[in-house]
């Protein structure tokens, strides 16, 4: 099915609550339709030894948080390679440009202080006060942003970049989450998923492909996931709330995965969809 304008999309659910399998499906009955992930971003990076790339890996070393303002620089980066943003200002040296080496950018700086502080600077501090970011409104730009924004500070940030309009909020009761979660068994090495309830081994304990036996994940259990979900509502409640007043919050409810795909798939095509 193909979409007559771009979607921008983000999904919000608790943890369990099925979002991957949602994204799967959407992205399989959507062509048009990319994924984008932060974490898949700070990995290529790191692995391609980008500038901000080398400045990721160097704050994860240290055991520091990646800054919003890197990863919001991992996105428009992104977002302009793929041609799906345009700008007013072409001359400043941003980090937006990935051909830039990390020789050339260090030969800019007297340090590799300096480095830091150009990598960790707002736009408008480096003489891009003139930016203006434009996104394309071009069916083939659409794509589900994984990963990011988590809280409503970050929401706003990604506004002046590119403005999401569509934030689907999955809802499921906790105790069915926790059902699933209480039956759901992994085998590491490949990360291949089961359940005891829904997709059980051909062997049980054991894993059809290798037939290495399957383990329980530690933060499987009824005591971390709470803990997990209670930090999710105090962060999405304002990030939800931050889409409502932008008119582009969508709310489905349902037991199963099943269930829930229907629903957002009518609503999708009815927005986006020709």
């Known amino acids: ?24 499906r959407l992205l399989q009955r959507f062509p048009q339709l990319s994924s984008i992930s932060s974490g898949d971003l700070l ?5 391609q030894r980008t500038p901000l790339g080398i400045k990721v890996e160097s704050t994860m070393k240290s055991g520091g948080l990646v800054s919003d303002d890197l990863i919001l620089r991992l996105i428009s980066n992104e977002l302009n390679q793929r041609g799906w943003l345009s700008t007013g200002h072409h001359s400043v040296m941003t980090l937006a440009c990935s051909a830039i080496g990390a020789a050339e950018l260090n030969s800019s700086f007297e340090d590799e202080a300096e480095v830091a ?16 970011a434009r996104a394309s409104e071009d069916p083939s730009a659409s794509f589900l942003l994984d990963g990011f924004p988590r809280t409503a500070t970050q929401a706003g940030r990604l506004d002046e970049i590119v403005p999401i309009n569509l934030a689907v909020s999955i809802r499921t009761p ?8 209480s039956g759901r ?3 590491e090495p490949s990360g291949r998923v089961y359940n005891t309830t829904f997709n059980r081994p051909k062997v049980e304990g054991y894993d059809d492909v290798t037939g290495e036996k399957l383990v329980r994940r530690l933060d499987d259990s009824e005591e971390v996931y709470r803990r997990r979900f209670k930090k999710f509502e105090e962060t999405s409640e304002p990030l939800l709330e931050h889409y409502a007043r932008k008119g582009v919050l969508w709310e489905v409810e349902g037991m199963s995965s099943d ?8 609503e999708f095509e009815r927005q986006f969809a020709e």
């Not at 502080?117 to 203006?132: D, I, K, M, Y």
């Open 1 to 24: 099915m193909r979409l007559r304008k771009a979607a921008r999309v983000i999904l919000v659910g608790a943890p369990g609550v099925g979002k991957g399998t949602q994204s799967e």
């Open 43 to 47: 990995r290529h990076n790191v692995k």
């Open 117 to 132: 502080t150009f990598l960790s600077s707002p736009a408008h501090v480096r003489g891009a006060g003139s930016f203006e």
């Open 174 to 181: 906790v105790d069915v989450i926790m059902e699933r979660i």
């Open 185 to 187: 068994w992994v085998h």
């Open 259 to 266: 269930e829930i795909s229907p629903k957002l798939f009518a």
